[in-house]
């Protein structure tokens, strides 16, 4: 059976009952709204005024959080990535993006919940080697919990990965809202 590809309903459905559960949220994801009011295909990367991402919190038993090193930023983030046509849901795609960069695989990796811990809208710089100009990325994220050990890296995209406490998440409201899940 062949997936159905990610639509604009299922974001718009996933988006509404996010912002159901943080309404708090909604003014900085108005560029979402407006952009998917206006029929603008999200679930592509060349829709540079914004598209959707995935994203993947993994937590540990002891409440650690994954993070990798992106070969191209350089810098420790956490796993994530664009959507594949392949992807039904936009929590499939977070959890294909786990597998994919940390090499744990899917059966060993359990969704925390069916809705995202925090939806972060974020400017990505132009990347002429891409033929990309500067665009925002709209990054859905997932908290995930194992207790499975890192696999395999996708050494294209990462260099190292390495388990951390949850104050070592960078964005504060997604800092808080894992830590508070986590409790």
């Known amino acids: 059976m062949i997936p159905i590809a990610i639509t604009a309903d299922h974001i718009r459905e996933t988006l509404d009952a996010y912002l ?3 309404p708090d949220d909604k003014p900085s994801l108005a560029p979402v ?3 998917l009011d206006a029929e603008a295909d999200l679930t592509t990367r060349k829709e540079f ?13 002891a409440g650690r959080v994954l993070h990798i090193r992106h070969r191209a930023l350089e810098r420790w983030l956490l796993p994530g990535g664009h959507l594949e046509p392949d992807d039904a849901r936009l929590l499939d795609a977070a959890q294909r993006e786990l597998t ?3 090499g744990i695989p899917a ?3 359990v969704p925390a919940g069916m809705l995202p811990v925090h ?3 974020h400017p990505i710089p132009a990347n002429d080697a891409k033929g990309e100009p500067a665009h ?3 990054d859905f994220r997932y908290l995930f919990r194992t207790a499975a050990e890192v696999g395999e890296l996708q050494l294209e995209e990462v260099t190292a990965a390495a388990w951390r406490d949850a104050d070592d998440i960078a964005d504060g409201v997604l800092r808080h ?3 508070g899940a986590l409790r």
């Open 177 to 179: 809202r894992v830590k």
């Open 136 to 138: 925002r990325h709209f």
């Open 107 to 109: 059966s060993a990796v």
């Open 20 to 22: 159901e559960a943080y």
């Open 33 to 35: 709204l407006e952009l």
């Open 49 to 61: 005024r914004g598209h959707a991402t995935a994203g993947a919190i993994l937590a540990d038993p």
């Open 100 to 102: 994919e960069e940390t």
């Open 119 to 121: 939806i972060d809208v």
